[in-house]
């Protein structure tokens, strides 16, 4: 029977991705941004936020500030990277979020999985890379190749997840041909290019529509979601050691530490019910990526979390950047 052996959780924020001297600009690129979710669920802009930002933030604009927490975010990608590689699995499912990637405005479901036997990661071309904000084109080599690359799919496992999820009543979309011209989404190439998952391991991508309303899952679905992943993955009649992956998140565009915290918590203490009652207005934009991390929490029941690092990294006064959170759990 499958067993699961690992779990990880990781942020892939371009601001991990690029130097820290670089965090201004993306920086810049939140003081045109109209949309931030506020620690109210309000969305606002970054001259109201800036208005009522706590003025000890200012401390935080340091580069020498940025680089501790810029290479303590280097430190802890390391650790889930030989993790990854001492626990040899043999498959790695990764629940994460499509970006009008694989999907577009033709359809985005809530919960899906690919049952072919192979995915493309297929880098941007010219005239799409030059759309890209130049801030998250310096990070682009953490997101996609420079050439089309494939990553094998563990369909067998996929088919039967998606029979074991259906038969608890959850509906999902299978789809076993990529579309053309889409690629795979850099939530799920992350475990590659950053945690340097050989190419041969197959992977089960779990895309979760935590970004468009209004089909996104709430927490308590994302983290029953999670439970019956477990329970597919169990009654698998193959000998099969799985890593599960969360990519994504915490808190982003605006740092909501106190959020992000009541996240790990529950997570710590794998307390679905805790997880499951936090507010969905808070989870939108970028926060939203947490719904991957309560998915995981929820697949990982009766292993041990460990936090390797939580780091709020503020890039502006107005207290805009990112959570950046990064987590284990491991057979006791």
């Known amino acids: 029977m499958a067993e699961i052996v690992l779990g990880l959780a990781s942020s892939h924020t371009p601001q991990m991705s690029t130097s820290a001297d670089f965090w201004k ?3 810049a690129r939140d003081e045109r941004n109209t949309q931030l979710l506020a620690s109210d669920g309000r969305y606002r802009s970054y001259t109201e936020l800036l208005a009522d930002a706590d003025p000890a933030l200012a401390s935080q604009m340091d580069v020498a500030v940025w680089q501790e927490k810029f290479d ?27 970006q009008h990637e694989l999907f577009g405005v033709d359809g985005i479901p809530a919960i899906g999985l690919f049952t072919g036997d192979l995915l493309w990661d297929l880098p941007p071309d010219a005239e799409r890379f030059a759309r890209i904000p130049k801030d998250i084109q310096k990070a682009n080599w953490a997101a996609h190749a420079e050439e089309p690359d494939k ?13 074991a999820l259906t038969s608890r009543e959850f509906d999902v979309t ?13 939530a799920f190439t992350f475990v590659r ?6 190419p041969e391991v197959p992977i089960v991508p779990v895309l979760l529509n935590t970004y468009y309303p209004p089909n996104v899952p709430s927490p308590a679905r994302c983290w029953r979601l999670g439970e019956a992943l477990r329970a597919g993955i169990e009654s698998w009649d193959r000998a ?22 009541a996240v790990l918590d529950g997570l710590a203490g794998g307390d679905g019910a805790a997880l499951g009652q936090l507010p969905a207005g808070m989870l939108r934009s970028g926060t939203s990526e947490t719904l991957n ?22 890039r502006s006064p107005a ?12 057979q006791q």
């Open 25 to 27: 600009e993306h920086a």
């Open 72 to 98: 303590r975010a280097q430190a802890a990608v390391e650790v889930l990277a030989q993790r990854l590689a001492q626990a040899a699995p043999d498959a790695v499912l990764i629940v994460g979020d499509d």
């Open 151 to 163: 990553y094998p799919v563990a369909a067998g496992l996929s088919g039967h997840l998606a029979a």
């Open 174 to 186: 299978v789809m076993a041909e990529q579309p053309d011209g889409r690629g795979l989404g850099h």
């Open 193 to 198: 290019r950053r945690l340097h998952l050989a």
């Open 240 to 261: 099969a050691r799985i890593a599960v992956f969360a990519s994504g998140g915490l808190s982003h565009f605006v740092v909501l530490e106190d959020l992000d915290r």
């Open 293 to 314: 991390w309560i998915a995981a929490g929820g697949a990982l029941g009766g292993l041990s979390f460990e936090l390797l690092d939580y780091i709020p990294a503020y």
């Open 319 to 330: 207290g805009t950047g990112v959570g950046m959170a990064f987590a284990t759990w491991s």
